[in-house]
């Protein structure tokens, strides 16, 4: 066989083949069914890894239930409120005087989504917090009550209970399950906008929660425990980043942010003044450490870091 034929032969060889892969025609989509609007999110196995809305090294868990979508919404029921996660307080700047009473409620702003990191963590209302399960964390509504979250661009709708007090970031409304922003389609990107509407089951007796569709772990909490011991009122300059009027409340909110400033875990404590019970960052030996802890405080909250001296 000459050398010309050869080629001839080899380039029939390759025309062939690329052929056959371009002829194969792609595999039939169902269209959705008749009367179904909102399509269902990707699996949750296919998504990347993706912080929570911004949380530093949160994400999902390594095994979710097989069936995401399958999860019932919360069901609005009337419970009496906490007796003390409706307070008012103040986180990283900020004052906050929560509602105690069930109002119409709309407001449309950015939604994240917290994981891993914060499962089986304890919640304002004691509870444990289960990134399978349908809550949402906000800072006025109502603990417990009732909240439909929607995307408009998607049109997905979902219904969780508050239980938590957050996000305090400035440009977040609120802060959703892990499986709550899956079914609204905001997983994979971290954060979505959204619209909030608060839920009144007034007037009408919802049926108990529906149990979970498939069987997992739930989060434990250990037996209540003890007070922490607070830490004296001593000298020295802080970072002053909230006040509650409760001290469960302050414990929990030093708790979630040592994990946001996991570098800062150590300094941070909760002091009884003035009546309040003071989460802060300190002591710090002089005024230009002090300053330099609240302006990396600032860089990893965007809040306006306060320092004090005592």
């Known amino acids: 066989m000459t050398k010309r034929n050869r080629l001839v032969l080899l380039a029939s060889a390759v025309a062939l083949a690329l052929g056959g892969c371009s002829s194969v025609p792609p595999a039939p989509v169902a269209g959705p069914s008749e009367g179904v609007t909102t399509p269902k999110a990707p699996a949750p196995q296919r998504l990347p890894m993706k912080f929570g809305g911004g949380y530093k090294d ?49 407001e449309n702003g950015l939604s994240s989504w917290y994981g891993r990191r914060y499962h089986g963590q304890r919640t304002s209302s004691g509870e444990s917090y289960d990134m399978y399960g349908m809550t949402a964390a906000h800072r006025t509504l109502p603990i417990p009550s009732y909240a439909r979250v929607t995307n408009p661009a998607t049109n997905r709708s979902v219904v969780v209970r508050i239980n938590d007090r957050g996000p305090f970031h400035p440009d977040r409304l609120i802060d959703v399950s892990y499986t709550a922003a899956y079914k609204l389609g905001i997983l994979q990107g971290g954060s979505g906008r959204v619209t909030v509407e608060s839920l009144d089951p007034r007037g009408q007796i919802a049926p108990p929660p529906l149990q979970p569709v498939a069987a997992r772990p739930k989060p434990e909490l250990p037996p209540s425990a003890p007070p922490v011991a607070l830490a004296p009122e001593g000298g020295g300059m802080f970072v002053q980043l909230g006040a509650f009027s409760v001290q469960d409340n302050a414990e929990q909110f030093r708790g979630k942010l040592k994990i946001e400033l996991a570098h800062l875990a150590e300094k941070l404590q909760v002091t009884a003044a003035d009546g309040l019970f003071k989460v802060r960052a300190g002591p710090y030996a002089s005024q230009a450490e002090a300053n330099l802890a609240a302006s990396d405080i600032r860089k990893a909250l965007n809040i306006n870091a306060v320092v004090i001296s005592r």
């Not at 979710?64 to 307080?89: C, M, S, T």
């Open 58 to 106: 949160d994400g999902p868990g390594d095994n979710p239930p097989p069936d995401l979508e399958a999860i019932p919404d919360a069901v609005p029921r009337i419970e009496p409120l906490h007796r003390f996660a409706n307070r008012p307080y103040s986180a990283l700047g900020q004052s906050y005087t929560p509602d105690t009473e069930l109002k119409s409620y709309k």
